[in-house]
């Protein structure tokens, strides 16, 4: 350095450009970061997308499975179909992606967990029903009331499922606002299909009626 001095106030020059260009680029990423993502680093982001979607396929072959090999039973028209689902669940990911209403981080694996779990016990409802599943208000030829497992105390263990589920989900994205409108809108719909299904089935089925008698239609001994 002593025949070139002038080297070392380059270096300290440059030293000095690159902390302050870093310094201003740091809070621009850290903010882009935050808007890509409500979640609070890139590993939840993972688990919070293989989560989801694993728990979605595995519940669409069970759906497709008990939906593709059975007879067409008789139906009764609805006013909404159950593809809104998709779009009540698509928005409630939006808001929290926007970050509306943030909860706190520590809510997003109790959330995760509540979702599998709400799923799980959906597509176990699923498999006690069998042949008489359908997305759709519809009964089979030879349609038989089935009271084993949760069907013994209430009559709508799949929906109560899904709600536990949209509950987790809320929970898992951080944003009480996602709760919200995963709880109203899906507490709506579920409450529609639940008076129109029930209604159809005790005009089909005979002894439905006695079989309401005897449950509650979500929670047990309650509701």
Known sequence: ???????????SDGGRLFSTIYSRLTPVYISVENQMTPLSSLFETVIFWVILLG???TDGIFVRRHEGFKEKG???????????LLAWLAAA???????IGALPDWLFYPGEILFVVGYAFQIYSITLLGRYYSTLVEVQPNHKVIESGPYRFIRHPNYLGQM??????GMALQSWVSLLVLL???GG??????RNEEAFLVAEIGGYADYMKRTKRLVPFIF
Do not use: T
């Open 1 to 11: 350095m002593g025949e070139y001095p002038h080297l070392g106030q380059v270096d």
């Open 55 to 57: 728990v979605f396929v």
């Open 74 to 84: 008789k139906r009764k028209k609805e006013l909404f179909s159950p593809l809104v």
């Open 93 to 99: 990911i939006l808001i929290g992606y926007v970050g």
């Open 164 to 169: 536990v589920g949209a509950v987790g989900l």
């Open 184 to 186: 109203v809108i899906g």
């Open 189 to 194: 719909f579920f409450a529609y299909r639940i």
